[in-house]
Every structure is written in structure tokens, then in C-alpha cells.
């Protein structure tokens, strides 16, 4: 069982509805969960973090978290065609400042004008 | 600088030679990261950075892996005998270690290593 798994995709929404990424992890002393955004040949970058139990909400982007299911989704509200991506879930073990990101493999997301 | 720049962002080479990968974090940033990703791959960790020394180095593959930050600031990733199992992009991040909530990474360009 991989660390972090996500569903490859690709997720084909269209435009304007709601993109639902998911992502599972095994450690149960995971405590930080990032969302990156990869698009094709550039680096990733940081959307937003969660650690609480419950959702966490920026802009059109909604992080939420069930530590009991060690389940973590992204939801993107209104998408568009610019949100067409790679997007990846990372999990940090221990609330300690530094250490390692373990990442999933990534969803693919195409949002169809 | 305004970001995490990494140098160079291409780089081919040739089974058996030697490489070296840099990575200039963000200013003032203390903790510092190497990943590389393959096709189709999320980030893999290779090794973390507090200050000049090495908090975690887990991820090296093996041996023929090594990475400096002598000043606390830049570091060098360094390869011995490339294979072509090396090929990936390699990722550097930086992050801000602060006690106001989990430090986040930034990620840097990435250089794309090409071993022939």
C-alpha cells in the first residue's frame, strides 16, 4: 500500500462545475496536508494547507480533512478551463516545523470549456 | 530573490559522469529540500536541510547521492557515476520555520537531469 494515493485521472469536468479531487493516506500520525497544483513542465505550487479536522476554505478552493478516515479531498468550486492540471496531495508526519512531504502520485484534472 | 531558483534547468550527461545541481532558496528561508520526480510521479524526497546540516537524508537512493549547504543557504546535489536510472526532474524547496502553524515548501523550477 503506497503511502499517499490519489486516482491518476484524468478527471474531466466541465467548465463551471465542481472538480472533487481525493486523497487517502496510511500513517495515522500524518498531521499536516498540503494541495499542490502541477501544471505540464513546471514545478509545483502550493494552494493550501490543512491540519484540523473539518473544511478550510480559500477563495474557489475548499481543502477538507476526516483524520478518522485519513481521507483528505480538494473541491473546486466554479471550475475553469486554467484549473487544468496535475494535483497533488502531501502529507506531513508530526506537527514539528521541517521535515518531509510525501506525496500521491497525482490527479490529472481537465476542465472542458 | 523572489523565489527558489535552480540551476542548471537542463542537464544532460552521460552514464558514468559526474553532476552537480544547485539550488538558491528563498531568502531567509532555513530549511531547505531536495525531491526528484519522475513521469507520472508525485515528488520523491531525497534529503532535508536545517542551517548547514543535514536533518534528514533518508530519501538518497544511494551512495553516489550527496548534497552540501555549507553557508545555510545555497546547496549542491551531487551525483557520482550518473546512470540512466538518474534521469528526473529534480525539485528543491525552501521553507520558513516559524511557530505560527506548519512550515510550507516552495518549490523551485526544477532542473531536468537527462543521463544518456
Known amino acids: 500500500q503506497k503511502e499517499v494515493e490519489q486516482n491518476s485521472g484524468p478527471l474531466s469536468v466541465p467548465e463551471g462545475a465542481i472538480a472533487s479531487l481525493n486523497c487517502t493516506y496510511s500513517?495515522?500520525?500524518?498531521?499536516?496536508f498540503f494541495w499542490y497544483r502541477q501544471y505540464s513542465g513546471k514545478s509545483p505550487e502550493l494552494i493550501m494547507f490543512?491540519?484540523?479536522?473539518g473544511d478550510k476554505e480559500d477563495g474557489r478552493f475548499t481543502a477538507q480533512l476526516n483524520k478518522a478516515s485519513q481521507y483528505v479531498s480538494l473541491l473546486i468550486r466554479d471550475s475553469q478551463p486554467s484549473d487544468s492540471a496535475t494535483y497533488l496531495c502531501?502529507?506531513?508526519?508530526?506537527?514539528?516545523?521541517?521535515?518531509?512531504?510525501?506525496f500521491g502520485q497525482g490527479t490529472e484534472l481537465s476542465v472542458k470549456p | 530573490g523572489a523565489g527558489v531558483s535552480q540551476t542548471p534547468s537542463n542537464k544532460v550527461t552521460e552514464k558514468g559522469k559526474y553532476v552537480e545541481l544547485r539550488c538558491d532558496p528563498i531568502?531567509?528561508?532555513?530549511?531547505l529540500y531536495w525531491y526528484r520526480q519522475s513521469l507520472g510521479q508525485g515528488p520523491e524526497f531525497l534529503i532535508y536541510?536545517?542551517?548547514?546540516?543535514?536533518?534528514?537524508d533518508s530519501g538518497l537512493p544511494n551512495d553516489r547521492f550527496f548534497a552540501v549547504r555549507p553557508e545555510g543557504s545555497v546547496s549542491t546535489l551531487k551525483i557520482q557515476r550518473t546512470e540512466r536510472g538518474d534521469s528526473a526532474v529534480y525539485l528543491c524547496?525552501?521553507?520558513?520555520?516559524?511557530?505560527?502553524?506548519?512550515?510550507?515548501?516552495?518549490f523551485g523550477p526544477g532542473t531536468r537531469l537527462t543521463v544518456l
Open positions: 500513517d495515522r500520525g500524518s498531521q499536516s
Open positions: 531568502s531567509g528561508h532555513t530549511a
Open positions: 524547496a525552501s521553507s520558513l520555520i516559524w511557530a505560527g502553524g506548519p512550515d510550507t515548501q516552495y
Open positions: 490543512i491540519y484540523s479536522n
Open positions: 536541510f536545517q542551517g548547514t546540516g543535514a536533518a534528514d
Open positions: 502531501a502529507v506531513k508526519t508530526g506537527m514539528n516545523q521541517g521535515g518531509k512531504l510525501i
